[in-house]
């Protein structure tokens, strides 16, 4: 794999919508999330929600799933469990007028199902901090990521929508 996020400059941003215009400004939210500390990602996570997955997803939203997907798998990322909290809500929204930008967000979040069933099984590798603090705030962390993972699995597994065929697991 290579840098994180780094497709992300292949997507035309600019020619995709979000809920408040054009989504050329969704590539620095996920920036955010990859990189921000653990207050910056979790403002670049609500704001991002509010734009692409909060009432309705959009066209964005299918683009943006892919991201948000690599971003939930990288364990250097502050809130892997709310990017997968995210992905859920993406999950149980839709889009009346647009039913086909619904469906494309529904089937890029089932598409990382391997992925969410990695995290539910296991959230990242052993850690070798020696401080006690620091470890309880890992596992607290893994823990986390582990929870929104068998959630979000659930969700996968049991979604239908008006806009998605029945899916067989």
């Known amino acids: 794999m290579g840098t994180v996020l780094g497709e992300m400059r292949n997507v035309p941003w600019h020619e995709l919508q979000h809920a408040y215009g054009s989504a050329s400004q969704v590539p620095g939210m996920l920036s955010r999330i990859a990189w921000g500390d653990g207050p910056t990602a979790e403002d670049a996570l609500s704001d991002l929600g509010q734009w692409i ?13 892919p991201f948000l997907w690599e971003l939930a798998a990288t364990e250097t990322v502050k809130d892997r469990a709310g990017v997968l909290e995210l992905l859920a809500a993406i999950l149980a929204s839709g889009h009346d007028l ?21 995290l539910a099984a296991d959230a990242s ?13 890992a596992q607290a962390q893994k823990q986390a990521v582990r929870d929104a993972a068998v959630r979000l699995l659930a969700a996968i597994d049991g979604h239908t929508c008006a806009a998605c065929p029945p899916r067989t697991v």
């Open 53 to 65: 997955a909060a009432p309705a997803v959009f066209d964005a939203t299918v683009a943006a799933v």
């Open 98 to 118: 647009h039913p086909e930008w619904a469906r494309a967000a529904h089937d890029a979040v089932v598409a990382g199902r391997p992925t969410a069933a990695r």
């Open 125 to 137: 590798s052993p850690q070798t901090q020696t401080h006690a603090h620091a470890r309880a705030q």
